[in-house]
Nanobody, 116 residues
Framework: VQLQASGGGLVQAGGSLRLSCAAS???????MAWYRQAPGKARELVAD???????HYADSVKGRFTIYRDNAKNTLYLQMASLEPEDTAVYYC????????????WGQGTLVTVSS
């Protein structure tokens, strides 16, 4: 499946953004996730959502970010609120499973920059 993330941009601390991830085919049978990579840091898992709708969040974003999916539109979303400069990163969407650190295909991602 090909995935295209969008919706990033420059926002002030405390602001909000919604990221979208359009899939080339239906994703209803896939666990999905948002990941991010800040400059000079390793890629990390931000949030994941299972096929059944269960959601899990990194401690750093819990209570501020919401992951959700629209299977009819083959789209994954990440609603981000109360953004902090530490959230600055390139955000990627991808399938989620235990082997995600070994993935080679990450696409372009979308850049989120939070100014203080």
């Amino acid at each position: 499946v090909q995935l295209q993330a969008s919706g990033g941009g420059l926002v002030q601390a405390g602001g909000s953004l919604r990221l979208s991830c359009a899939a080339s085919r239906n994703i209803f049978s896939l666990d999905m996730a948002w990941y991010r990579q800040a400059p000079g840091k390793a890629r990390e898992l931000v949030a994941d959502i299972t096929t059944g709708g269960s959601r899990h969040y990194a401690d750093s974003v819990k209570g501020r970010f919401t992951i959700y999916r629209d299977n009819a539109k083959n789209t994954l979303y990440l609603q981000m609120a109360s953004l902090e400069p530490e959230d600055t990163a390139v955000y990627y969407c991808n399938i989620h499973n235990i082997d995600w650190p070994k993935y080679n295909n990450w696409g372009q991602g979308t850049l989120v920059t939070v100014s203080s």
